[in-house]
Structures are given as C-alpha cells and as structure tokens.
C-alpha cells in the first residue's frame, strides 16, 4: 500500500533552518508529482512547494520563495523540503501528499494520499 512518512520537523529559531524528508513507498515514485502542503495552528490547508515527477521543475509558494528548496531523490523515493531563515510564520504541521494523476502538477487533480505531517515550530 502507498506510505508517506515525514520526518525532520521540531523547534527552530528564527532565521533557523530545518529539512525534512518525506519517505515513500507502495507506488512508482518517477510517476508522480509531489508537494509540500502545510497547515499553521488554526488555520487552513496552504500548499507550499511541488517537485515535478522526473526532478526536472519546481514550485513554490510566494510566501517561502528564496527561502525553501524542495528536492527529490528517486534511489530513496523521497522528497526533501530543505527550510532556511525559517520566520514564526512558518509554524505549522507540514504534510507530504503525492499528485492523484501522473500528469498532475500543483494537485490540479487532486492530491490522494498525504503522510501524518510533521510539526515545525519555529520560535526564539
């Protein structure tokens, strides 16, 4: 079955950084998309990255532009969020979830299977 298992988050101060990692198993990792979705205490679901299925393209969210790197590597089937000058605002459960199609970018079609998440936070 398809598993996505963050790792990485905790407690980073301001201008810190972390990386966390996404492990993923259960489906071709090549084939999909994948993203980087985050959700701050009280608030909604905001997309943060997306890493196209091959490594080729990447996106990002205007609010961690410059600041965040999202990156794959296709021998481990994982997705990494590599996260610099983390800034309070950024205090969140991040969650990995993979593209529904092979052709979905973004989750244009959907994103259908997310991991558990992982909490950063990000405080002095």
């Known amino acids: 079955q398809v598993q996505l298992v963050e790792s990485g988050g905790g407690l980073a101060q301001p201008g810190g950084s972390l990386r966390l990692s996404c492990a993923t198993s259960g489906f071709t990792f090549s084939r999909y998309s994948m993203n980087w979705v985050r959700q701050a205490p009280g608030k909604g679901l905001e997309w943060v990255s997306a890493?196209?299925?091959?490594?080729?393209?990447?996106s990002y969210a205007d609010s961690v532009k410059g600041r965040f790197t999202i990156s794959s590597d296709h021998a481990k089937s994982t997705v990494y969020l590599q996260m610099n000058n983390l800034q309070p605002e950024d205090t969140a459960v991040y969650y990995c979830a993979k593209d529904s199609q092979t052709t979905g970018w973004k989750g244009y079609y959907g994103m259908d299977y997310w991991g558990k998440g992982t909490l950063v936070i990000v405080s002095s």
């Open positions: 890493i196209w299925r091959d490594g080729s393209d990447q």
